[in-house]
């Protein structure tokens, strides 16, 4: 069964303004801990952000900020003052205690328009 | 600084020739895993390693091999490639502590003619 889905595969959002990027989860695991991961036309991952189940305040990095609701089982990225170096595919993860491995969504293609 | 190295970053060949990916890691950490990426499937995990010597299969394993043999290096072999083995792939490593990111190489970019 699908653990993580992103059901938007492209999205296009203008210069300076805020988008929000969708990431469902299914665990049944009351310990995980949640991920999100740019990938650049260059290929490269790189880490953006971390929740954990337990944290109780929703997590931020700079514009990155991840809106954490537990019961509906969310985790969405939202990234404020987009800058057309935010053009990039975005992956949403989750690590559950009980196993080292990620999984994965899809994956969310963000255009970012001057 | 703190990376993890793959080579070769982009690899064409043929059906049933032999080939190694190399990864290595230089911040001690001991878990290590490959995974492969595919359009619309996201990164799929195909091994992974524990420690020196402990590895096991992830969701994807058939057709690929792994070695650890050091604490730094994880190798993926694949012994025989097939077209269906051309991918995006990706070595990571992580610190076992929970909450802790994974740490992804540049990624490989094979295709198997």
């Known amino acids: 069964a699908q653990k993580i889905t992103q059901t938007q595969p492209g999205m296009f959002v203008q210069e300076k303004e805020a988008v929000t990027l969708d990431c469902t989860y299914d665990t049944s695991d009351p310990s995980y801990g949640l991920f999100w991961y740019k990938q650049p036309s260059s290929g490269e991952m790189i880490f953006l952000i971390y929740q954990g189940s337990y944290d109780q305040q929703n997590a931020t990095e700079g514009r990155y900020s991840l809106n954490f609701q537990k019961a509906r089982k969310s985790a969405n990225l939202v990234i404020s003052a987009s800058q057309l170096g935010d053009s990039a595919m975005y992956f949403c993860?989750?690590?559950?205690?009980?196993?080292?491995?990620?999984?994965f969504g899809a994956g969310t293609t963000v255009t970012v328009r001057a | 600084e703190a990376q993890v190295t793959q080579n070769p970053r982009y690899l064409i060949t043929v059906t049933g020739k032999k080939l190694t990916v190399t990864c290595s890691q230089n911040m001690n950490h001991e878990y290590m895993s490959w995974y492969r990426q595919d359009p619309g499937l996201g990164l799929r995990q195909i091994y992974y390693s524990m420690n020196v010597e402990v590895t096991d299969k992830g969701d994807v394993p058939e057709g690929y091999k792994v070695s650890r043999k050091e604490k730094r290096n994880f190798p993926l072999i694949l012994e025989s490639p097939s077209p269906n083995q051309t991918s995006l792939y990706f070595c990571a490593s992580s610190q076992p502590r929970f909450g802790t990111e994974a740490f992804f190489g540049q990624g490989t970019r094979l295709t198997v003619v």
């Open positions: 993860a989750m690590r559950e205690r009980g196993d080292y491995k990620l999984s």
